[in-house]
């Protein structure tokens, strides 16, 4: 992961990014309740990423805009075992105001398509979170 911010506030965001990569192989054949999870020397991959943006002062002093995309850990390669390569992608967007000094409301809203690639229907969200720093 890393992330760069612009050294003047202006229309250019700060972008923070990730990946990430998994390899496993198994020595053994492996069964879960009777069904066979992978034979013996299966091979599989699997990797994620996310990228952000994000505006600081949008369009008012003190208030900060975002929003990402990226896809949660997904498999890439699969050789034996048993599971599905349907990838997922999740979303988000997200306005703070800075209400006074000490407080600041967020709303944000999020998808995530294609949930734990199981074929299923995207999911929708949304959270106000509220902060109080003393």
């Known amino acids: 992961s890393g992330w760069w ?12 990014a990730g990946w990430g990569t998994n390899s496993y192989s198994a020595k053994k054949a492996a069964q879960i309740w009777g069904v066979e999870a992978n034979q013996k020397g299966a091979n599989a991959q699997s990797q994620s990423w996310y990228v952000g ?12 805009f975002g929003t990402a995309v990226g896809q949660p850990t ?3 390669g699969n050789d ?8 997922t992608f999740a979303w988000e967007i997200w306005y703070k105001f800075q209400v006074t000094d000490n407080i600041s409301v967020t709303p944000a ?12 229907n995207s999911a929708y969200g949304g959270v106000l979170k509220t902060s109080f720093m003393f």
């Open 53 to 64: 943006l994000q505006w600081a002062d949008a369009l008012i002093k003190g208030n900060t």
């Open 74 to 76: 997904f498999v890439t």
């Open 109 to 120: 809203f999020f998808t995530i398509t294609n949930p734990a690639g199981s074929g299923s």
């Open 80 to 87: 034996g075992f048993l599971g599905t390569d349907e990838s």
């Open 5 to 16: 911010k612009p050294s003047n506030v202006s229309w250019v965001p700060s972008v923070s």
